[in-house]
């Protein structure tokens, strides 16, 4: 009768404090190729994106400026250029601190 108070009673106070968080639940190991892997993946998709934003972000300002002056394609191939120079820039400056880390 004495064993199942004590595991009745161990028990309890596991639960107790798991609820009170006096007790550090372990993490469940991580593979690091894994890791790795999902941080080059958050990296790649990252870059893309900051590719694409300013490419986007400068037709769309080549695009308006050209509209509103009646011109033909000069804003639109000049911000294209420039956005798509930002873009690489950023995708740089990103590599760049990934790299310093």
């Known amino acids: 009768m ?3 108070k004590d595991d009745s009673f161990n028990a ?3 639960s107790a404090e798991r609820r009170y968080g006096l007790v550090k639940e372990e ?10 892997d999902r941080s080059l993946a ?3 998709f990252r870059a893309g994106t900051e590719m694409l934003a300013g490419l986007v972000v ?17 804003f639109l191939v000049i ?13 740089w400056r990103l590599v760049r601190t990934m790299d310093v880390k």
């Open 2 to 4: 004495s064993k199942e």
């Open 12 to 14: 309890r106070l596991q």
């Open 27 to 36: 993490k469940p190991q991580v593979d690091a190729n894994m890791e790795a």
């Open 42 to 44: 958050a990296l790649a």
């Open 58 to 74: 400068g037709v769309a300002i080549g695009w308006g400026l050209d509209h509103w002056l009646h011109t033909r394609a000069l």
């Open 79 to 91: 911000f294209a250029l420039l956005g798509g120079s930002a873009g690489m820039l950023n995708v």
